[in-house]
């Protein structure tokens, strides 16, 4: 295999870089620095070379290589039941949980990315192998190989990047307001306050804001519990919540408008701003175990067509 390196390591240099690109730490912390980047950077360079050796493999004929690929897979798939049980763990030190729906969502990430390394990886090579059989120029060859595979990285990573709350639905300040204990937002019901100074609170650092779909399946994906869910955690985590643990009443809390599905959620936060709010509310992604096309079906567009004609 000495002379398949010129297949090899460019193709592992492509692939451990596709998967590098995509590992960073935001305002989620997750991966962790640095023993997350370590872990996730090990798994990478794994599967890109898993990804490398497959053609080379092909070329001397060794088939029992090419299983070591469904072994990876099997492999990737305990990946993404590892970080389901670490954030699983993790969940009851959040003061605003994310939800399963939402670990599941990242763990599935977290295990795609990993065959988008393979798939950069094996482009890479295949193509610089085509190329050399074309008698085109090795240098040359592993040049337009590299390119090729970092073109597939970019279009894989755009494939895989989900859609975010700002794709399907406006939003727009709401109105906090109380009649009695009653705790409302535009009219409403949320919960209730029983003691006036927490009442206070929701006035002075209270901040609410209205989710409205943009159509129909909009209106399924934000009446997914696990949606909502992740839009609270979101908010919370990136404007701070003003709670403690033994203060349930100030977790914020999102509720449906049962009359045309728009979402409206209040949060507490030491330094409100409505603005930053809004931010967060709509770069909150889009879970795939919300996602329902309603639209798509024959049911859904009679029902469409009987609300134009009323």
């Known amino acids: 295999m000495n002379k398949h390196y010129v297949l090899i390591v460019p193709g592992l240099i492509m692939g451990t870089f596709a998967r590098v690109h ?19 950077f090990t798994l990478g360079f794994i599967a890109a070379g898993l990804g490398a050796v497959a053609v080379p493999a092909l070329i001397e004929k060794e088939f029992t290589a090419i299983t070591f690929l469904a072994l990876a897979a099997q492999q990737f798939r305990e990946v993404r039941n590892m970080e389901r049980e670490s954030l699983d763990n993790i969940e009851i030190t959040e003061m605003v949980p994310r939800g399963s729906a939402y670990i599941e969502d990242i763990a599935k990430t977290f295990e795609a990315r990993n065959y988008m390394a393979i798939i950069t990886a094996l482009v890479t090579s295949t193509i610089i192998h085509v190329f050399i059989i074309l008698k085109i120029n090795m240098h040359m060859s592993i040049f337009l190989g590299m390119f090729v595979g970092l073109a597939v990285h970019i279009f894989i990573k755009r494939m895989i990047h989900g859609e975010e709350i700002s794709d399907i639905a406006d939003v727009k300040e709401a109105k906090i307001s109380f009649d009695g204990p009653i705790l409302k937002v535009n009219g409403i019901v949320i919960t209730n306050i029983g003691l006036q100074t927490q009442r206070d609170i929701f006035l002075s650092n209270g901040l609410a804001v209205e989710i409205i779909p943009k159509d129909e399946n909009a209106v399924m994906y934000l009446s997914n519990m696990g949606q909502r869910q992740a839009i609270q955690h979101n908010a919370a985590n990136q404007l701070g919540v003003r709670r403690d643990f033994d203060e349930p009443e100030f977790t914020p809390v999102a509720k449906r408008d049962p009359e045309n599905g728009n979402i409206v959620m209040v949060i507490t936060i030491m330094k409100p701003n409505i603005d930053a709010l809004i931010e967060a509310v709509k770069g909150t992604p889009l879970l795939e175990t919300s996602k329902r096309k309603p639209l798509d079906s024959v049911v859904g567009l009679r029902l469409m067509k009987n609300r134009k004609k009323v």
């Open 22 to 40: 995509m590992m960073k730490s935001d305002y989620r912390q997750y991966p962790t620095y640095p023993r997350g980047y370590l872990s996730h």
